[in-house]
Protein backbone atom coordinates (compact mmCIF):
# COMPACT_ATOMS: atom_id res chain seq x y z
CA UNK A 1 0.00 0.00 0.00
CA UNK A 2 1.32 3.19 -0.72
CA UNK A 3 1.75 5.85 1.80
CA UNK A 4 -1.44 8.29 2.58
CA UNK A 5 -1.83 11.57 1.47
CA UNK A 6 -1.74 14.09 4.42
CA UNK A 7 -4.28 16.10 2.91
CA UNK A 8 -7.39 15.69 0.54
CA UNK A 9 -5.91 17.79 -2.11
CA UNK A 10 -2.78 15.65 -2.31
CA UNK A 11 -4.35 13.08 -3.49
CA UNK A 12 -3.83 11.96 -7.08
CA UNK A 13 -7.39 12.15 -9.80
CA UNK A 14 -8.23 8.29 -9.27
CA UNK A 15 -6.39 6.14 -6.79
CA UNK A 16 -7.91 2.52 -4.62
CA UNK A 17 -10.38 3.29 -2.65
CA UNK A 18 -8.06 1.95 0.70
CA UNK A 19 -5.77 4.88 -0.32
CA UNK A 20 -7.94 7.86 0.44
CA UNK A 21 -7.49 9.78 3.22
CA UNK A 22 -10.39 9.82 6.00
CA UNK A 23 -13.47 12.14 5.58
CA UNK A 24 -13.89 12.17 9.44
CA UNK A 25 -13.35 14.13 11.40
CA UNK A 26 -12.94 16.99 9.07
CA UNK A 27 -9.40 18.29 8.97
CA UNK A 28 -8.37 22.05 8.11
CA UNK A 29 -8.06 21.42 4.74
CA UNK A 30 -11.46 20.26 3.82
CA UNK A 31 -12.68 22.89 6.00
CA UNK A 32 -10.41 25.03 4.07
CA UNK A 33 -12.52 24.11 0.99
CA UNK A 34 -16.11 24.77 2.69
CA UNK A 35 -15.68 27.78 3.59
CA UNK A 36 -17.88 29.37 1.39
CA UNK A 37 -22.16 27.55 1.55
CA UNK A 38 -22.08 24.08 0.13
CA UNK A 39 -25.09 21.88 -1.06
CA UNK A 40 -24.73 18.10 -0.37
CA UNK A 41 -25.78 15.47 -2.64
CA UNK A 42 -26.62 11.96 -1.13
CA UNK A 43 -26.90 8.32 -2.33
CA UNK A 44 -28.80 6.21 -0.58
CA UNK A 45 -28.26 2.23 -0.86
CA UNK A 46 -24.66 1.56 0.48
CA UNK A 47 -24.26 5.41 1.95
CA UNK A 48 -27.15 6.11 3.87
CA UNK A 49 -28.03 2.22 4.98
CA UNK A 50 -25.55 -0.92 4.32
CA UNK A 51 -26.04 -2.83 1.12
CA UNK A 52 -28.00 -5.64 1.87
CA UNK A 53 -29.64 -8.83 0.24
CA UNK A 54 -33.05 -7.45 0.12
CA UNK A 55 -33.35 -4.21 -1.13
CA UNK A 56 -36.67 -3.48 0.17
CA UNK A 57 -34.91 -4.07 3.65
CA UNK A 58 -32.40 -1.36 3.42
CA UNK A 59 -34.30 1.32 5.98
CA UNK A 60 -32.98 4.15 6.79
CA UNK A 61 -31.53 4.46 10.97
CA UNK A 62 -33.69 7.06 12.60
CA UNK A 63 -30.61 8.93 13.75
CA UNK A 64 -29.72 9.13 10.21
CA UNK A 65 -33.10 10.92 8.92
CA UNK A 66 -33.16 12.91 12.00
CA UNK A 67 -29.47 14.16 11.10
CA UNK A 68 -30.29 14.71 7.37
CA UNK A 69 -33.64 16.74 8.13
CA UNK A 70 -31.36 18.75 10.76
CA UNK A 71 -29.01 19.69 7.88
CA UNK A 72 -31.64 20.59 5.70
CA UNK A 73 -32.60 22.97 7.90
CA UNK A 74 -29.40 24.86 7.29
CA UNK A 75 -27.95 23.64 3.81
CA UNK A 76 -29.60 22.75 0.48
CA UNK A 77 -29.85 18.48 0.40
CA UNK A 78 -30.29 16.35 -2.21
CA UNK A 79 -30.90 12.59 -2.87
CA UNK A 80 -29.49 11.01 -5.77
CA UNK A 81 -30.27 7.39 -6.32
CA UNK A 82 -30.77 4.48 -8.44
CA UNK A 83 -33.92 3.43 -6.67
CA UNK A 84 -37.01 4.68 -8.54
CA UNK A 85 -38.17 7.84 -7.51
CA UNK A 86 -41.23 6.67 -5.35
CA UNK A 87 -39.05 4.47 -3.77
CA UNK A 88 -36.37 6.58 -2.53
CA UNK A 89 -38.85 9.02 -1.33
CA UNK A 90 -40.28 6.77 0.54
CA UNK A 91 -37.48 5.11 2.23
CA UNK A 92 -35.93 8.86 3.07
CA UNK A 93 -39.35 10.25 4.60
CA UNK A 94 -38.30 13.93 4.50
CA UNK A 95 -39.87 16.52 2.39
CA UNK A 96 -38.23 19.65 1.30
CA UNK A 97 -35.49 17.94 -0.27
CA UNK A 98 -34.86 17.32 -4.08
CA UNK A 99 -35.01 13.85 -5.36
CA UNK A 100 -33.57 12.11 -8.00
CA UNK A 101 -34.27 8.31 -8.94
CA UNK A 102 -33.23 5.86 -11.38
CA UNK A 103 -30.04 7.70 -11.82
CA UNK A 104 -31.47 11.29 -12.49
CA UNK A 105 -33.72 9.74 -14.88
CA UNK A 106 -36.44 10.87 -12.71
CA UNK A 107 -36.81 13.76 -10.86
CA UNK A 108 -38.62 15.81 -8.12
CA UNK A 109 -37.10 19.44 -7.82
CA UNK A 110 -37.31 21.02 -4.12
CA UNK A 111 -40.42 23.35 -5.52
CA UNK A 112 -42.59 20.36 -6.59
CA UNK A 113 -41.78 20.37 -10.19
CA UNK A 114 -41.68 16.72 -11.41
CA UNK A 115 -39.48 16.04 -14.50
CA UNK A 116 -38.52 12.66 -16.53
CA UNK A 117 -36.14 11.83 -19.29
CA UNK A 118 -36.55 8.93 -21.50
CA UNK A 119 -39.73 8.04 -21.25
CA UNK A 120 -39.56 6.87 -25.16
CA UNK A 121 -37.45 4.07 -23.85
CA UNK A 122 -40.00 2.13 -21.70
CA UNK A 123 -40.98 0.03 -24.38
CA UNK A 124 -37.53 -1.31 -25.00
CA UNK A 125 -36.99 -1.79 -21.13
CA UNK A 126 -40.58 -3.58 -21.13
CA UNK A 127 -39.57 -6.12 -23.92
CA UNK A 128 -35.98 -7.01 -22.15
CA UNK A 129 -37.73 -6.86 -19.03
CA UNK A 130 -39.93 -9.87 -20.11
CA UNK A 131 -36.60 -11.42 -22.24
CA UNK A 132 -34.86 -11.42 -18.94
CA UNK A 133 -38.01 -13.35 -16.42
CA UNK A 134 -37.45 -16.01 -19.51
CA UNK A 135 -33.84 -16.38 -19.60
CA UNK A 136 -33.42 -16.44 -15.93
CA UNK A 137 -36.32 -18.35 -14.77
CA UNK A 138 -34.67 -21.55 -13.68
CA UNK A 139 -31.43 -19.32 -12.07
CA UNK A 140 -31.85 -20.15 -8.40
CA UNK A 141 -31.52 -17.02 -5.83
CA UNK A 142 -31.97 -14.50 -9.01
CA UNK A 143 -33.89 -10.86 -8.49
CA UNK A 144 -34.86 -9.08 -11.25
CA UNK A 145 -36.30 -5.54 -9.79
CA UNK A 146 -38.21 -3.30 -12.53
CA UNK A 147 -37.75 0.03 -11.98
CA UNK A 148 -39.33 2.61 -14.37
CA UNK A 149 -36.30 3.61 -16.23
CA UNK A 150 -33.90 1.01 -15.31
CA UNK A 151 -33.95 -2.96 -14.98
CA UNK A 152 -31.49 -4.02 -12.32
CA UNK A 153 -30.19 -8.19 -11.58
CA UNK A 154 -29.53 -8.64 -8.23
CA UNK A 155 -27.10 -11.75 -7.68
CA UNK A 156 -26.05 -11.31 -3.95
CA UNK A 157 -28.30 -14.73 -3.14
CA UNK A 158 -26.91 -16.55 -6.41
CA UNK A 159 -24.25 -18.71 -4.78
CA UNK A 160 -22.81 -20.75 -7.91
CA UNK A 161 -20.23 -18.60 -9.45
CA UNK A 162 -20.88 -20.25 -12.90
CA UNK A 163 -24.70 -19.23 -12.61
CA UNK A 164 -23.58 -15.54 -12.08
CA UNK A 165 -20.79 -16.05 -14.80
CA UNK A 166 -24.34 -16.67 -17.13
CA UNK A 167 -26.06 -14.01 -15.57
CA UNK A 168 -23.68 -11.67 -16.64
CA UNK A 169 -23.38 -13.07 -20.30
CA UNK A 170 -27.35 -12.93 -20.12
CA UNK A 171 -26.77 -9.02 -18.94
CA UNK A 172 -24.39 -8.11 -22.05
CA UNK A 173 -26.47 -10.74 -24.26
CA UNK A 174 -29.38 -8.34 -23.94
CA UNK A 175 -27.29 -4.99 -23.70
CA UNK A 176 -26.14 -6.31 -27.45
CA UNK A 177 -29.56 -6.86 -29.02
CA UNK A 178 -30.95 -3.57 -27.45
CA UNK A 179 -29.56 -0.84 -28.54
CA UNK A 180 -31.71 1.64 -26.74
CA UNK A 181 -30.19 0.01 -23.97
CA UNK A 182 -27.28 -0.47 -21.95
CA UNK A 183 -25.29 -2.37 -19.99
CA UNK A 184 -24.19 -0.47 -16.32
CA UNK A 185 -22.72 -2.82 -12.92
CA UNK A 186 -22.35 -2.03 -9.47
CA UNK A 187 -21.98 -3.84 -6.47
CA UNK A 188 -23.35 -7.94 -7.22
CA UNK A 189 -26.12 -5.85 -9.25
CA UNK A 190 -26.33 -5.87 -13.05
CA UNK A 191 -28.68 -2.68 -14.77
CA UNK A 192 -29.94 -2.07 -18.40
CA UNK A 193 -30.73 1.63 -18.71
CA UNK A 194 -31.95 3.76 -21.29
CA UNK A 195 -28.42 4.42 -23.64
CA UNK A 196 -28.69 7.91 -24.22
CA UNK A 197 -26.21 10.55 -22.37
CA UNK A 198 -27.43 10.85 -18.50
CA UNK A 199 -26.30 9.46 -15.36
CA UNK A 200 -26.15 10.49 -11.56
CA UNK A 201 -23.77 13.36 -12.83
CA UNK A 202 -26.19 15.05 -15.30
CA UNK A 203 -28.55 15.53 -12.89
CA UNK A 204 -26.79 16.72 -10.13
CA UNK A 205 -25.53 19.44 -12.92
CA UNK A 206 -29.37 20.07 -13.14
CA UNK A 207 -30.25 20.29 -9.47
CA UNK A 208 -26.76 22.42 -8.67
CA UNK A 209 -28.70 25.09 -11.24
CA UNK A 210 -32.45 24.37 -10.37
CA UNK A 211 -31.10 24.52 -6.79
CA UNK A 212 -29.80 28.08 -7.85
CA UNK A 213 -26.54 26.45 -6.28
CA UNK A 214 -23.71 26.89 -8.65
CA UNK A 215 -21.97 29.58 -5.95
CA UNK A 216 -22.37 27.07 -3.12
CA UNK A 217 -19.51 24.13 -2.94
CA UNK A 218 -21.34 20.73 -4.10
CA UNK A 219 -20.41 17.57 -1.77
CA UNK A 220 -21.36 14.28 -2.55
CA UNK A 221 -21.58 11.09 -1.07
CA UNK A 222 -21.31 7.75 -2.26
CA UNK A 223 -20.08 4.27 -2.36
CA UNK A 224 -20.67 2.49 -5.74
CA UNK A 225 -19.29 2.52 -9.58
CA UNK A 226 -22.48 4.29 -10.68
CA UNK A 227 -21.29 6.99 -8.15
CA UNK A 228 -18.25 7.60 -10.05
CA UNK A 229 -20.27 10.06 -12.69
CA UNK A 230 -21.27 12.17 -9.86
CA UNK A 231 -17.85 12.58 -7.86
CA UNK A 232 -16.13 13.86 -11.58
CA UNK A 233 -19.67 16.52 -11.85
CA UNK A 234 -18.69 17.87 -8.17
CA UNK A 235 -15.59 18.11 -8.58
CA UNK A 236 -15.60 20.27 -11.62
CA UNK A 237 -17.10 22.54 -9.68
CA UNK A 238 -14.63 22.46 -7.22
CA UNK A 239 -16.56 20.66 -4.70
CA UNK A 240 -15.62 17.48 -2.62
CA UNK A 241 -16.73 13.63 -3.58
CA UNK A 242 -16.59 11.66 -0.44
CA UNK A 243 -16.93 7.49 -1.34
CA UNK A 244 -18.42 4.96 1.72
CA UNK A 245 -15.72 2.37 1.93
CA UNK A 246 -17.82 -0.33 2.13
CA UNK A 247 -16.67 -3.71 1.29
CA UNK A 248 -15.04 -2.86 -1.91
CA UNK A 249 -11.86 -0.41 -0.59
CA UNK A 250 -9.65 -2.06 -3.94
CA UNK A 251 -11.70 -0.43 -6.66
CA UNK A 252 -10.58 3.06 -8.47
CA UNK A 253 -12.15 5.83 -7.45
CA UNK A 254 -12.33 9.72 -8.54
CA UNK A 255 -13.82 10.63 -4.76
CA UNK A 256 -11.43 12.84 -2.92
CA UNK A 257 -11.92 10.97 0.82
CA UNK A 258 -13.74 7.75 2.05
CA UNK A 259 -15.43 7.31 5.21
CA UNK A 260 -15.83 3.46 6.25
CA UNK A 261 -19.08 2.58 7.11
CA UNK A 262 -22.85 4.25 6.74
CA UNK A 263 -22.47 5.07 10.24
CA UNK A 264 -19.61 7.49 9.98
CA UNK A 265 -21.50 8.51 7.11
CA UNK A 266 -24.10 9.77 9.27
CA UNK A 267 -21.53 11.37 11.71
CA UNK A 268 -19.95 13.19 8.43
CA UNK A 269 -23.42 14.68 7.75
CA UNK A 270 -23.66 15.83 11.17
CA UNK A 271 -20.27 17.28 11.06
CA UNK A 272 -21.46 18.94 7.67
CA UNK A 273 -24.57 20.39 9.91
CA UNK A 274 -22.56 21.98 12.75
CA UNK A 275 -20.05 23.39 10.55
CA UNK A 276 -22.88 25.07 8.39
CA UNK A 277 -24.62 26.26 11.50
CA UNK A 278 -21.60 27.60 12.76
CA UNK A 279 -21.25 29.90 9.69
CA UNK A 280 -24.97 30.96 9.70
CA UNK A 281 -24.40 32.41 12.67
CA UNK A 282 -21.01 33.95 12.29
Do not use: C, N
Not at 59 to 87: F, K, M, N
Amino acid sequence: MSEQPDTIRDQPRKRPIRELPSAHPLDDDLRQRLTDEFVVFLDYDGTLTPIVDDPDEARLPERTRATIEALAAVSLVAVVSGRDLADVREMVALDGLAYAGSHGFDILHADGRHEQLATDHLDALDGAHHDLERRLAEVPGVRIERKRFAIAVHDRKVTDPELRSQIAEVMAELAAERSELRLTGGKRIHELRPDIDWDKGRAIETLLTELGAEARVPIYLGDDETDEDGFRAVKAHDGVAVVVRGEDAERETAADAALETTEEAERFLDELRELATERAAG
